[in-house]
């Protein structure tokens, strides 16, 4: 899903998976405000992707949009 989705997208900075027993956490930097419609809508039509998304659990899946406040780097 990497290769063939989100490494066409500039604006995506950085891609994190996390896991804590069970509980997995992705989470996606951005440049700017997110990612555009038409990137959501480009996830939602890509195979690869849908075959990602057909691995979870959806009454599990929960989407969180936050907007990063502030971030502190040690050469602040």
Same mark, same amino acid.
């Given at each position: 899903m990497q290769a063939e989705f989100y490494d066409q997208y500039e604006d995506l /900075? &950085? @891609?994190e998976l996390l896991k804590q /027993?069970?509980?997995w956490i992705e989470i996606l930097r951005w440049e700017g /405000?997110?990612? &555009?419609? =038409?990137?959501q809508e480009a996830f939602? =039509? &890509?195979k690869v992707c849908m075959a990602f998304m057909g691995m979870i659990k959806m009454d599990s899946f929960k989407k969180h949009h936050l907007e990063?406040? @502030?971030?502190?780097? /040690? &050469?602040?």
């Open positions: /900075k &950085s @891609r /027993k069970n509980v /405000k997110g990612p &555009s419609k =038409a990137m939602q =039509a &890509s990063q406040v @502030r971030v502190h780097d /040690k &050469s602040d």
